[in-house]
């Protein structure tokens, strides 16, 4: 990651925030709550969602998604085909 790529992060509402809040070793449903409750206040929301997305990131609270929601919105297709059997 380049740091002019995140130089938004810098505004970002995380930053006075738990940074276990938005990595967690293993997240509960209360702790993804909570994340994203502080995302939806955030002045750069958009900004963080396009560049997690962009750049594929795998791990923690991004713009307001978890990293399988990230994952269904860079792959839609790949969720609504039904499992194989
Ligand atoms: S959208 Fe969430 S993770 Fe992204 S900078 Fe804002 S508070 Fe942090």
């Not at 997240?27 to 900004?47: F, M, N, S, Y």
């Not at 990131?57 to 085909?81: K, N, Q, V």
Request: charged share 25%; with cysteine.
């Amino acid at each position: 990651m380049q740091p002019e790529e995140i130089g938004w992060l810098r505004r970002g509402a995380c930053r006075s925030s738990d940074p276990d809040l938005f990595f967690p070793l293993a997240p509960t449903p209360l702790q993804v709550t909570r994340a994203k409750a502080v995302c939806a206040g955030c002045q750069v929301i958009q900004e963080c969602r396009s560049y997690a997305l962009r750049a594929g990131e795998s791990d923690g609270i991004w713009g307001g998604l978890t990293p399988e929601e990230r994952r269904r919105a860079r792959s839609p297709e790949t969720y609504r085909r039904p499992a194989a059997s």
